[in-house]
C-alpha cells in the first residue's frame, strides 16, 4: 500500500515549519526484540521521526546521513527513529545488515503509524521539537537537503 502512494513522490522534497501541531502518539514496536515504544516518551528531546522501506532508493542514501546526525547531535538532546514500513521483514534484515545505525529502528507493517502522520512520500521525516510538535517536515531525500536539515535540529536544540 505505501509502496504503491510513495513511488510517485520517491524524489519530492518539502519543508514545512509549523506551530503548535502536536505529533501523533503512535505504537511502535522496536526493530530487533518488537519491545513496544511510543513517539511520545521521547518529548524532552528533539526527535527525527524517519518513515523508511527497504525498496526506497533515497531511503539507502539517507541512513548514513542520519547515523552521522545521531551521532552528532545525540550528546545535546536529539532522538532518532526510523521507522520501517516493509510488510516483509526479510526486505529490511537485508537493508539493516548494510546499514551503519545507533539509532533507534522501529516497525510498523499494519502502517497505522503512517496514516497518523500522513505519510505521503519516502522517506518522509518529521522533526520534533521538545515540547512534542512537527516543525519541520522533508518529504524525499536529497544530498543537498542535509544542510538545511542540521540547521533545522541545531534551531531547535538551541530552544528550552
Same mark, same amino acid.
Given at each position: ?11 519530492? /522534497? ?19 526484540? *518488537? ?5 511520545? *516518551? ?8 524517519? /518513515? ?19 551521532k552528532e547531535f545525540k550528546p545535546k538532546g536529539f532522538e532518532l527513529i526510523a521507522v ?26 499494519? *502502517? ?19 515540547? *512534542? ?11 543537498k537537503d542535509k544542510a538545511e536539515i542540521r540547521a533545522q535540529i541545531e534551531a531547535l536544540?538551541?530552544?528550552?
Amino acid at each position: 500500500m505505501i509502496r504503491h502512494l510513495a513511488s510517485g513522490f520517491v524524489a519530492v /522534497f518539502f519543508a514545512a515549519s509549523a506551530s503548535a501541531n502536536p505529533a501523533p502518539d503512535c505504537r511502535l514496536s522496536r526493530y530487533q526484540d *518488537g519491545t513496544p515504544l511510543n513517539i511520545a *516518551g521521547f518529548k524532552g528531546k528533539v526527535t527525527y521521526v524517519d /518513515f523508511w522501506a527497504s525498496w526506497c532508493g533515497p531511503c539507502l542514501q539517507s541512513f548514513p546521513f542520519m547515523a552521522e546526525t545521531y551521532k552528532e547531535f545525540k550528546p545535546k538532546g536529539f532522538e532518532l527513529i526510523a521507522v520501517n514500513l516493509d510488510e516483509e521483514r526479510e526486505g529490511a534484515d537485508a537493508f539493516l545488515a548494510k546499514q551503519h545505525a545507533d539509532f533507534t529502528i522501529a516497525s510498523d507493517p499494519a *502502517g497505522d503509524c503512517p496514516r497518523q502522520y500522513d505519510v505521503q512520500a519516502m522517506p518522509s521525516s518529521f522533526l520534533i521539537d521538545r515540547k *512534542g510538535n512537527i516543525r519541520h517536515v522533508h518529504l524525499g531525500f536529497r544530498e543537498k537537503d542535509k544542510a538545511e536539515i542540521r540547521a533545522q535540529i541545531e534551531a531547535l536544540l538551541s530552544e528550552p
